[in-house]
């Protein structure tokens, strides 16, 4: 059996267990747990054949209209030894350029080519036109388990510019083995894969916990509606706006969401009213709330219905929780692409390294501990509600 030292290890033992059971349905194409690993051992082989080295970045601006895709991506570009780089395609020309400038990429795989061009993004690759060579794929046993695996692109918010988070194997991995299930079997989103919510939360949940994760590929709210009644996903992630324009649906009682056992929102504080009217549309379904203050701050939890229910209560800090080192890459200037996240770690006071993330609960989904990480610019924490 392949031992898991790295998070597409994970992934290789995941397919070899559910081999033909769905991992990921963007309503474009479902694919099995099977076909996840071949398709990202031949992107590997391919990057790797056209001389991507073990550190090297590759930006991914690739939106969710083409998100299997960009789940491939990550993962061959893992599995080739390098860095990747997931960045919101949805970035003006002059920031994308900067972006490009702070990550330094080898290669870039976009489904937004055109763009790219410009941005001075190494060798650029379309999604339906990447290399596949399963042949050239490194030897995954001389890949090193503790190098940097995802750089997650930040808002600035802290600083007034982009930055990279920088996450290592070991904290992207948690105590994921490849082969342990989780209570919830099934998540139905509308995430970008681009964010810390999309990327880790969403696209890594299948290689984590064995679930089938849904993605919608542009939200729309009675849409989604629609999907949570097709595919009868046990678990939702929103982030607040979405939920309101779900409950501000004149036809929203006309759903059956009897599928639905638990509700999560993240990325900002969940409205008091938004609570109300959810638990009044939906009394049964079981709700979470996580907040983290960008890059400058903590991950906040509700835990309980009395936080959920108490007006402006962002929920707290447990002490069963999970640090995960972050480092923040500088965004005054680039550096060069080997020496950056070292320069980076050091510059990073206070960041130390994560214990495994605990696993879900036998009560449902922790929206914020082996699926989900909150960013910070040093260090970030996943907290673990008990119910």
């Known amino acids: ?22 991992a990921h349905d ?18 590997g082989g391919g990057l790797a054949a056209r001389g991507l080295r073990p550190g090297d970045r590759v930006l991914l601006p690739i939106s969710n209209a083409n998100a299997f895709d960009m789940l491939v991506a990550v993962q061959g570009v893992l599995r080739a030894g390098g860095i990747a780089c997931p960045v919101n395609p949805r970035l003006m020309p002059d920031e994308m350029a900067f972006y490009a400038r702070l990550t330094e990429p080898a290669m870039t795989i976009t489904d937004i080519p055109e763009r790219m061009a410009v941005a001075g993004a190494g060798t650029i690759f379309a999604v339906d036109a990447v290399p596949n060579d399963p042949g050239a794929l490194p030897d995954q046993s001389a890949l090193d388990p503790k190098a940097d695996a995802i750089i997650l692109q930040t808002s600035g918010t802290t600083g007034g510019k982009l930055k990279g988070v920088v996450i290592a194997h070991p904290d992207a991995l948690g105590d994921s083995d490849g082969i342990s299930r989780q209570p919830s079997k099934s998540m139905a989103h509308a995430l970008p894969l681009t964010g810390s919510g999309g990327a880790m939360a969403a696209g890594l949940l299948p290689i984590k916990t064995g679930a089938t994760c849904y993605t919608m590929r542009k939200f729309d709210p009675e849409g989604f509606l629609r999907l949570m009644v097709e595919k009868k996903p046990d678990t939702v992630f929103l982030v607040p706006a979405m939920l309101r324009l779900i409950l501000d649906l004149p036809n929203v009682r006309d759903f059956d969401l009897s599928g639905t056992k638990w509700l999560i929102t993240g990325s900002a504080p969940l409205p008091h009213d ?19 203050m960008s890059e400058g701050g903590a991950a906040l939890t509700t835990t309980t219905r009395e936080h959920l229910l108490k007006p402006g209560c962002v929920g707290k800090m447990m002490t069963r929780s ?11 200037k680039a550096r060069p692409a080997r020496s950056t996240a070292a320069r980076a770690s050091r510059g990073a006071t206070g960041a130390t390294r994560a214990r495994a993330a605990p696993r879900l609960s036998a009560d449902g ?17 996943a907290v673990a509600p008990r119910s």
């Open 26 to 43: 963007d309503g474009r194409r479902m694919i099995s747990f099977a076909d996840w690993d071949r398709e990202a051992d031949a992107l």
């Open 1 to 22: 059996m392949t031992e898991v030292r790295r998070l597409p290890d994970a992934l290789k033992v995941r397919a070899q267990h559910q081999l033909d059971e769905i």
């Open 322 to 332: 999970s640090c995960a080192t972050r480092r923040a890459m500088s965004c005054r």
């Open 274 to 292: 938004s609570v109300m009217r959810s638990i009044d549309l939906w009394p049964r379904i079981r709700m979470r709330n996580s907040y983290a």
């Open 365 to 381: 989904p922790d929206p914020a501990t082996s699926v989900m990480w909150m960013p910070t610019e040093t260090s970030s924490c």
